[in-house]
Every structure is written in C-alpha cells, then in structure tokens.
C-alpha cells in the first residue's frame, strides 16, 4: 500500500502561480511512477502529467505543456506539480497517483494507477 497526501491548492488569481506536492508514505517510493490528474464536477479526471521512477522523463496534457511542470524528490517521497500562468480553466481538484506498472502508451488513463491521493482544490480567478 502506498498512502498519498496532496497539498498546496488554494485560490490564486489568473496569470499567478501554485506548486502542489504530493507525500507518499508506505512502500518505496522511487517503484512508482507517478501522475497528476484533475477533476471538476460532471466530468470525468483528466491527466495533467507523469513523471518515471527516476524522474528521467515526463509526459504533459497539451492543455499544460509549457505553463506545468512535474518534479520529483525520491529522497522526500514527494512528487511536485509547479503550475505557472494559470486561467480560470485550471480550476479543478487536482489528484496524485502512483503507478507500480508499466502503463505504456497508457500513461494517461485513470485506471492505470494504483493508489491515490485525496485531491487538493485550485481554485483560478478571472
């Protein structure tokens, strides 16, 4: 089991900044890749970014390439999302999640990923 703690949402105006962090605690975190994904109300969670084991690569929703950017900290058992430059269309509960797979071409899918976290509001004001 891998347990998930986000942080870091709250209220921000457009054009502003926010970094979200995500704890992990229980098994290794560095067996993990790890994603961030968002929700709003009536639609379905959307994937943001993902980041491999190592961090040696990251994958971005075109909606986000260029203003997000994903870290991770292997010794900290904590993976970031650095979001820059951001619109009203941001607002969402933003969620981590570890994958102990290998999601392939997949990478993107909810379903891929085994644990997650209870999500964080980021609220984006016009």
């Known amino acids: 089991q891998v347990q998930l703690v986000e942080a870091g949402g709250g209220l921000v105006q457009a054009g502003g900044s926010l970094r979200l962090s995500c704890a992990a605690s229980g098994r290794t975190f560095g067996n993990y890749a790890m994603g961030w994904f968002r929700q709003t109300p009536g639609k379905e969670r959307e994937f943001v970014a993902r980041?491999?084991?190592?961090?040696?690569?990251?994958y971005y929703a075109d909606s986000v390439k260029g203003r997000f950017t994903i870290s991770r900290d292997n010794a900290k058992n904590t993976v970031y999302l650095q979001m820059n430059s951001l619109t009203p269309t941001d607002t969402a509960v933003y969620y981590c999640?570890?994958?102990?797979?290998?999601?392939?071409?997949?990478?993107?899918?909810?379903?891929?990923?085994?644990?997650w976290g209870q999500g964080t509001q980021v609220t984006v004001s016009s």
């Open positions: 999640a570890a994958d102990d797979g290998n999601s392939g071409s997949n990478y993107d899918l909810p379903h891929e990923y085994d644990y």
């Open positions: 980041i491999t084991r190592r961090g040696g690569s990251t």
